[in-house]
């Protein structure tokens, strides 16, 4: 069945799909995933800081993000950003933003709205007891929450927190819309150059596979191991 | 030291949890709360450093009112030290480092002096060996007093306990209340909320007994293990003395 594949492509094109492909989609699934943590806890800290405004600003953002497409949200930035940024900055004529640039502020957009919920679900984890005792200490709110309550939180949540930052390091494969060339980019160019499609996207699908398989093997560990601690 | 008057406290539901309360701790005095569950007892040692809110009356803490929205709240509640039923340390940190967080980020202690000071907290509660463990590896009674020594490095001028033997197991009581009693001979004020009778008759100088919310008795030791006056502490008395 496979007499008619030539799968030397894949050997050929290796360090592109990988140095450039590979390397791109891991910069953006790192990238993303750090700034969707820190706006996803900034955002969590809003729902949980009592301030009724401040709660419902952060809840509708939440509910809107996550009541869109990805890919529409990833081609709207892609089109929006330069005249936001001509807006914002005053410019003459719209903004020239890279198509990394804005896939990268997508998915931290993105993101943070799916790592504000379990970042949420992480604070209400701990006891009441624990910030009570923190400020009985002295400790302002902020401090509390620094030292004592956001450490605990993303420690108990880590799993989950890289659970879906695998979920994302495959999303991001929706930048393709962009013609970003991405790991599945990257294959998918080499495909439709030397028309060997199946061969390519077979290839592809083998490589998120065992990725993120192994990724998942990883977290599980790791939960095992910090499942101990407690 | 600390001055409580006609303190009422409501919860969102109606439910009165505190009724003019009304009484003091002078400095170096040993005060023991005691009262059945939901009598308030604990509500009301958490008005005094402002860790539950309250409606009406006024709680003075060293000649500053804690109801007042100007008070900077972390600033005097560095000041009193609290120890609580359930331990609560930091369970990501160090023993260590439980006990020299507040002194460096609310002191501005140098690292130096924080675990100068720790370390000797610490061998004053027995427990210097364990410095560098995490609170998960101690015992429930090697915990309490690591949460004692931790109140104790901020050079606290009175010490609030919340049932601080309630959640051990029997036979760690006394190990903690060693370090409660030494602590009241060093002259410290405290306010404890507790069911340690033999505790209260052995360094208390007032018991207060409260019921629903409402203080019924308060009285120097003597007199209330002599003889209460109110009907409701001697019923209480006579439960937990009885075994």
Known sequence: MFASFDFDVIRRSLSYLFLDGMTFTLTLTGLAALGGLVFGTLIALMRLSGLK????????????????PLVLVIFWFYFLVPYIGQWLTGASRPLRVGAFTSSLVTFILFEAAYFSEIMRAGIQSISKGQPAAAQALGLSYSQTMRYVVLPQAFRNMLPVLLTQTIVLFQDTSLVYVLSIPDFLGAASKVAQRDGRLVEMYLFAAAVYFAMSSLASLGVRRLQRRTAVLR | MIKISHVNKYYASGFQALKDCTTAVAKGEVVVVCGPSGSGKSTLIKCVNALEPFQSGEILLDGIKVNDPRTDLPKLRARVGMVFQHFELFPHLLIIDNLCLAQQKVLGRSREAAETKASALLRRVGLEAQARKYPAELSGGQQQRVA????????????????????????????????????????MTMMVVTHEMGFASKVAHR?????????????????FFGSPRSDRAQKFLSKILSH
């Open chain 2, 207 to 223: 018991v207060i007994f409260m019921d629903k919310g409402e203080i019924v008795e308060d009285a120097p030791k003597t007199e």
């Open chain 1, 53 to 68: 405004w401040l709660g419902v600003i952060a809840g509708l953002y939440v509910d809107l993000v996550r009541a869109l």
């Open chain 2, 148 to 187: 004692i020594a931790r109140a104790l490095a901020m050079d606290p001028i009175a010490m609030l306990f919340d049932e601080p033997t309630s959640a051990l197991d029997p036979e760690m009581i006394s190990e903690v209340l060693d370090v409660m009693v030494d602590l009241a001979r060093d002259g």
